[in-house]
Each structure stands twice: as C-alpha cells, then as structure tokens.
C-alpha cells in the first residue's frame, strides 16, 4: 500500500487534496467575491429593467395606439366618433406631454371630434374633413413654430418621437382619397 491510498485510509480525501482541507464547512473568499459581485450585477439589472418598464408605462407609443384606433373603428363613417375619441385619447397620452404648447394640440383634437359628429351626421364627406384637418394641422404647426421661435429655448432638448410623428402627420396629402394611411388620423 502506497503513500497515497494509506492517506486515504486514515483521512480520507482531504488527506490527499490540500484544497478540499481548507474549509468544506462554508464560503471562501474567492466564492464570497462571486456572490457578491453576482448580487450587484442582478441588482442594478432590475434597477434597469424597473425604470425601463416605468419609462414605457408612462408613455403610450403613438403609431401602434393610431393603429388600435383604425383596426378597432374601421367604419371611418359609421365609427366616425368613437374612432376620433380613440385617436384624441392617444393624442393625449402621448403627445401632449411632450409638447410646450399643449393647447395647440386640444384645439386640433376639439376639431377633430366635431368633425367626426359631422361625419357620422352625413353632413360632411370624409374627404372634406380630411382637408381641414389637414389645413388646421399645417396652421397649427406653423404657430408652434412661430412660439417656439419667439420664446427662449432653455431647457429645450430634442423632441419626443410621438411629437415628431404628430409633427409629421396630416399632411396635405392625406386630404385626397385614401388619407386612411398611419400618418393620416
């Protein structure tokens, strides 16, 4: 019987492996560095995703609430209300934070819902309420620019993008036939 297997006769395997002799009964340090180092990373992970996902609560993405309003109202005659409440409600919510001139946007949304009653009514054609949409939008951007331009720009960072799309949206193109297009509400 050799060295090797006499050891491990009378103490086992910790009498060979000098590792396995140090401490079987807990962490040590290098196992209590890993931990640790694990417990900070997972924490700052789920401080990340916390106010990633409170970010995303906050606001309302304004192309995929356009799109709920024109796929869940697509009777732009006979659904000419509701779907205009659906549209002023994602306006709302997503926009109107961003905007420095938020009544800008409520005088186009209190067009928008009297039009639709005059749609529903029959006594305004769907194209006709795209025009003036349309015309009311380009007037009411053109004032906005004309505040933001006139009043100092402390604090003024880069717009939202649910303001850049509103921005962008109703165009003169969308008072011809057709103006169902997401940019087009």
């Not at 401490?23 to 990633?52: E, H, I, P």
């Not at 799309?165 to 008072?175: F, G, K, L, V």
């Amino acid at each position: 019987m050799g060295p090797f297997e006499r050891a491990r006769a009378d103490g086992g395997e910790a009498a060979v492996n000098p590792r396995r002799r140090r401490g079987n009964d807990g962490f040590t340090m290098r196992n209590a560095v890993v931990a640790l180092l694990f417990s900070l990373l997972a924490g700052c992970g789920g401080t990340r995703l916390a106010l990633q996902s409170e970010a995303e609560e906050s606001s309302v993405n304004l192309a995929d609430a356009l799109a709920d309003c024109r796929n869940g109202f697509p009777d732009q005659i006979a659904q000419a209300v509701p779907r205009a409440d659906c549209i002023v409600k994602a306006t709302e919510l997503s926009v109107r934070p961003g905007l420095r001139f938020p009544e800008l946007l409520d005088r186009e949304n209190m067009l928008r819902k009297a039009l639709a009653a005059q749609v529903a009514a029959g006594n305004v054609s769907l194209l006709e309420r795209n025009d003036r949409i349309a015309k009311t939008h380009k007037a009411i951007l053109a004032e906005e620019a004309e505040r933001l331009r006139a009043a100092p720009s402390e604090g003024q960072g880069a717009s939202p993008l649910a303001v850049v799309q509103w921005r962008a949206s109703n165009s003169d193109a969308c008072a011809r036939l057709g103006g169902n297009s997401p940019n087009c509400y």
